[in-house]
């Protein structure tokens, strides 16, 4: 398998228990697969995959017409200063049957939780709360 051949559905910084960890799930070859690496090693924490697709088929991805990089620039475009490191959750899916990248970024004491719809680029959902 080529990782041309997958498709990432999530990707989230996270923690577990104190240590600092990547969640990644990605679908390939029929099958579902679910990573937790630790930031500061790159350590395989845990790994599995299921042969179910949870509603994901390959041929829903010819909806698609916004790329991950494309969403990430319109979400971060509406956060005047952030970056790409202020991503704090990122998740490709489907909502009944529509393609969208959810999101969160979190940048100068304010979280933003977003989503994106994969076929227009619209930002379809957008809430901003204070963070302490």
């Known amino acids: 398998m080529k990782a041309t051949d997958a498709t990432i559905t999530k990707s989230k910084l996270d923690y577990e228990g104190r240590r600092q960890v990547y969640e990644i799930e990605w ?3 029929g099958k579902k697969y679910d990573y937790e690496i630790a930031v500061d090693t790159g350590e395989i924490l845990s790994s599995g995959y299921d042969e179910k697709t949870s509603g994901w088929s390959g041929s829903n991805s010819s909806n ?3 790329s991950e990089a494309d969403a990430k620039q319109t ?3 509406r956060v005047s200063g952030a970056t790409q490191k202020d991503i704090y959750e990122w ?3 489907y909502d009944d049957g529509r393609p969208e990248y959810e999101g969160k970024i979190i940048y100068g004491g304010t979280e933003y939780d977003f989503t994106i719809d994969a ?3 619209a930002v379809v959902e957008w809430e901003a709360e204070s963070v302490r």
């Open 27 to 29: 679908y390939a070859g």
């Open 64 to 66: 698609v017409t916004v």
């Open 75 to 77: 979400a971060l475009g």
């Open 91 to 93: 998740q490709f899916d």
């Open 119 to 121: 076929s227009s680029g």
